[in-house]
């Protein structure tokens, strides 16, 4: 029985020296000591020392919380030679010193309750030894924006193979929407396209575009996970992409790639570097699927690609480890009425910017705005639109547009140098390297007027968006009759991403965003084993960022492809069949899959590597057949009588 | 007549205004309602509204008289109807404080020795044409085209804020009156000072400080081809009515500036003594004589 101090966190107001005295004489104790700080490797050497010395079968350690250095103290049992599941942890710090700090006395009496009842659960606990799983070394990823293809290509790289599912046609994600990139202004496409054509023509990489996820079951190691296919009405087997069949479609669609500002064929190929460079046809556009007749596309396709019979294929993949990287979209248009942001045509956002100034956009790279193509003289651009906006958006920030503003108005200047942007800023969050130097020379070199404040009206008026704002800095109202607006709304979770979280059994906060493990140590860690994070799917974030986090990711899923088995911890639930009368309330009861009922034998049984060891089929089991390993009902009772004294 | 209901029948809070210098207000909403199947009751023993909300947390005083005529209205059904923007923001957020503040709520049924739950529904009458009548039956018992008519509507501030205690509208951009004015068949005038503040009761200072945001209010609407502007405030109509006083005199042009019920009662065919368009500055007579909605000389 070792009693840890932790320093000044448990001493402080446990009083150790008693604890140890009343402990000592507990049946079943053969000694108890204490040290300042347990964890230590002094400290470690002296619990092996005493179980050596006592031939100790058994360990209790009462320091902090098992979540903490219950493995750290498992392992010194298990090197001097104690069955590591024979080690249990009484917790009296998170669970006494801490939150008792101004009452010492009831302190001391609780942490030797806390003991007592360690030590009766102890006593029942039997010598286990860990559950060993194979492990599938192919990995999926979710999304093939930047985050997902980095990710495919570092995992693909180190020789796995993996697949890569994206529900678009193509992949790049937003980051091929965007003309340059801060801060150093290289375009987007330029840094994107040896990415993308690398990860096109990887022999690791199945890519699965126009696919989604629509079941996963297993776990860690062990996924299978269910992908449709959807039907994108060209044989790509076959299709050459040659683009004949964009060429003569009669029918016109606003394009999704371009925001909108501009329209595409019915088939067509999204932009010019798209990987894969093939055609889909939207259905919803398709004179052939609307109105029955046309037909064109399938008479000029020289190699007979086009099919309208295609259906949704279903196929099933097996995989060890997933990385979701499904990026974001951006703040709806509807929740931003004070700004007319989808009512006036030249009110747009920064994606929307990004193609205007894009060289294979809509306006092949000018700045011309959307209502009539003129070159607009006067821009504002609005930050926190929606971000850091409890009342109508969401209180986060969402980090890259102090950024991407700036990038806009510099670009934005050199292409247009008699025109005046205007930034609208809350306040500039440019921490990163070489940022606010960026920002610096938007406002100090490029004559880009930046204003401290919100604006609180933008309204057309004849040729004019006109902006009601107030400088804060003079405190003086402004109004400016601007020729366009450029808003930089909240960065969102992808949408899907909830219904995905739920198939994936991970979880979301509330926005929306994958939660990680541990917001600090454990950042590209889903809440589920075997699933990482990548990219904006966790949290708002820039490229660098985003690659950092993406081959971090791909580090923890080589790091488990790279054991031979994976272990799991034993304490699981077991069923005495004898007992069993096949009711399957605990089928009921289990929340991870882990129960089921053998309909030929009509006993429940246990799979004991999804089983997380809650203990909650053992509480509903009504005749006392399913028990929790080393959490006996004898041993809980022992507990309880430890602690009722 | 093709209502989705029979005939509706709600108590009716007229406050103070509607009995003096906003009285066209009151018998154009009340015979339109009745030209609609829509009954309003008119309290008795109603009294102040309040007038202006206390923002005063630690000072329920100001809450008691609002409170009785909730507390009163209650007893003769679940919802109350107000006409008066004011009277409607105060009465609304009073009730609010009552539903959800249980400490405050005490403390003024202790005082008018009543046993209110703040459980009543305060409705403003744009609401019952919206819910209850529907614009849809509305646009069908239109009698009197309005449609060579371009109309700007005015929300002021008090039929919008605060959203979560009102939820009127979507306070930034509104569009009940909108679809108000569409139904009657008006043109309808987007101008971006629809929400913008009328001035409030700073006419009362002497000096021109409320005129001038009445002016930009007018001139917003004016400029984009409004003839005239609907609103659902006293205080707004008389200080954007009041505005044009000195700008353009009686004799010159200015827009009228009416309330929506004036419109309804003029679009259902209703005889032309319920308008009462008396006491404005800017009378909409010409106007509506000119588009032809209304033949007799004998509004001012």
């Not at chain 2, 005939?7 to 210098?21: I, Q, V």
Request: proline share 6%.
């Amino acid at each position: 029985m070792f009693v840890c101090w932790c320093g000044l966190n448990i001493g402080g107001v446990v009083d150790v020296p008693r604890v140890v005295e009343e402990i000592s004489g507990c049946p079943g104790v053969a000694r108890a000591v204490d040290y300042r700080y347990m964890c230590s490797d002094p400290g470690q050497q002296l619990i092996r020392d005493i179980i050596r010395e006592e031939r100790l079968d058994s360990v209790v350690i009462a320091a902090c919380s098992p979540g903490m250095h219950e493995s750290t103290f498992q392992s010194v049992a298990e090197s001097a030679g104690v069955n590591p599941y024979r080690c249990e942890i009484a917790n009296i710090r998170e669970q006494c010193s801490w939150p008792h700090q101004n009452e010492p006395l009831e302190a001391t009496r609780k942490a030797v309750e806390l003991i007592r009842a360690a030590v009766e659960k102890v006593r029942g606990d039997e010598a286990l030894s860990a559950l060993s799983i194979p492990v599938t070394r192919r990995a999926l990823v979710i999304g093939a924006g930047i985050a997902g293809m980095q990710a495919a290509l570092d995992i693909a790289d180190a020789g796995h193979e993996v697949v890569l599912v994206d529900r678009l046609p193509h992949i790049g994600g937003h980051m091929a929407q965007l003309s340059e990139t801060f801060p150093t202004l290289d375009c987007s496409q330029c840094i994107l396209t040896p990415k993308t054509s690398e990860v096109g023509r990887h022999p690791g990489i199945r890519l699965l575009t126009s696919s989604e996820v629509e079941s996963v079951s297993g776990y860690v190691g062990n996924f299978t996970v269910k992908i449709r296919r959807r039907a994108t009405y060209v044989n790509w087997d076959l299709c050459t992409g040659c683009g004949l069949c964009t060429e003569k479609c009669p029918s016109r669609t606003p394009s999704a790639f371009e925001r909108g500002l501009a329209e595409e064929p019915a088939i067509s190929i999204a932009f010019p570097q798209a990987v894969p460079h093939k055609p889909v046809i939207r259905p919803e556009a398709c004179r052939h699927f609307t109105k029955g007749k046309c037909g064109v596309c399938e008479k000029v396709c020289p190699v007979g690609a086009i099919d309208f019979g295609q259906q949704d294929s279903l196929i099933e993949e097996k995989v060890g480890a997933i990385v979701v990287a499904t990026g974001y979209d951006l703040h709806p248009k509807a929740k931003v009425g004070e700004y007319g942001y989808g009512v006036y045509p030249d009110v747009i956002d920064g994606l929307e910017f990004e193609r205007l100034n894009s060289a294979s956009g809509p306006t092949q790279g000018q700045i011309r705005r959307p209502s009539d193509g003129k070159v607009p003289k006067e821009v504002v651009f609005i930050q926190c639109v929606g971000s850091r906006d409890q009342e109508n958006g969401y209180p986060y920030c969402s980090k890259i547009c102090c950024m991407y503003t700036a990038k806009h108005a510099r670009l934005y200047k050199h292409k247009v140098p008699d025109g005046q942007p205007y930034v609208f800023y809350m306040d500039i969050r440019a921490g990163g390297k070489g940022y606010e130097e960026f920002v610096q020379h938007a406002t100090e070199e490029e004559g880009v007027l930046y204003l401290r404040g919100r604006v609180a009206r933008v309204f057309q008026d004849g040729e004019h968006v006109v902006v009601f704002g107030v400088d804060t800095l003079s405190g003086k109202k402004v109004e400016i009759r601007a020729d366009m607006v450029v808003l930089a709304t909240a960065i969102v979770p992808a949408s899907g991403a909830k219904e995905l979280a739920r198939v994936l059994k991970t979880a979301t906060d509330e926005y929306g965003f994958f939660s990680e493990a541990h917001p600090k140590l454990r950042p590209v860690e889903s809440l589920t084993r075997g699933i990482y994070i990548a990219g904006c799917a966790q949290a708002p974030k820039d490229i660098p960022d985003t690659v950092t986090q993406a081959g971090s990711s791909a580090a923890k899923v080589l790091t488990l492809f790279s054991a031979p088995r994976l272990s799991h911890s034993p304490t699981v639930a077991a069923v005495d069949e004898e007992i069993c009368t096949g009711c399957g309330i605990c089928v009921e009861a289990c929340a991870y899959e882990a129960r089921a009922l053998d309909t030929r034998r009509h006993v429940a049984v246990v799979n004991d590597v999804l089983c997380e060891g809650c203990g909650a089929c053992a509480v509903a089991c009504p005749n006392g057949a399913t028990r929790q390993r080393n959490m006996a009902r004898s041993q809980a009772m022992a507990m309880i009588d430890a602690v009722m004294g | 007549m093709s209502l989705r209901q029979g005939s509706m029948r709600y108590p009716y809070f007229p406050g103070c205004t509607l009995k003096a210098k906003a009285r066209g207000f009151e018998t154009s909403a009340v015979a339109s309602a009745g030209a609609l199947g829509v009954h309003l009751d008119e309290m008795e023993n109603w009294q102040c509204c309040g007038a202006t909300f206390p923002l005063q947390a630690d000072n329920s005083f100001p809450l008691v008289s609002p409170a009785r005529t909730l507390a009163s209205a209650r007893k003769m059904g679940e919802r109350l109807v107000t006409l008066c923007s004011a009277c409607y923001n105060v009465l609304k957020r009073t009730n609010h404080v009552l539903r959800t503040d249980v400490g405050r709520r005490d403390k003024v049924n202790a005082f008018i020795e009543e046993d209110y739950a703040g459980d009543l529904e305060v409705m403003h009458f744009l609401e019952v044409l919206r819910d209850d009548v529907g614009f849809d039956a509305l646009a069908r018992s239109v009698k009197t085209s309005l449609g060579g008519l371009a109309v700007a509507p005015y929300y002021g501030c008090l039929l919008l804020r605060p959203n979560d205690e009102l939820g009127f509208d979507d306070p930034e951009a509104p569009h009940i009156l909108e679809d108000f004015l569409s139904a009657l068949g008006c043109q309808v005038v987007d101008h971006p000072y629809k929400i913008e503040c009328c001035g409030s009761y700073v006419a009362l200072e002497p000096g021109d400080l409320a005129s001038g945001p009445s002016r930009m209010v007018v001139e917003s609407a004016r400029s984009r081809g409004a003839q005239a502007i609907v609103t659902s405030c006293p205080l707004c109509q008389y200080n954007l009515d009041v505005a044009q006083q000195g700008a353009h005199g009686r004799e010159q042009a200015g827009v009228p500036v009416i309330y929506f019920t004036q419109l309804l009662a003029i679009a259902l065919g209703l005889p032309e003594d319920v308008l009462g368009f008396e006491g404005h500055v800017i009378s909409p007579g010409p106007l509506l004589r000119c588009v032809g909605v209304v033949g007799s000389d004998a509004i001012a």
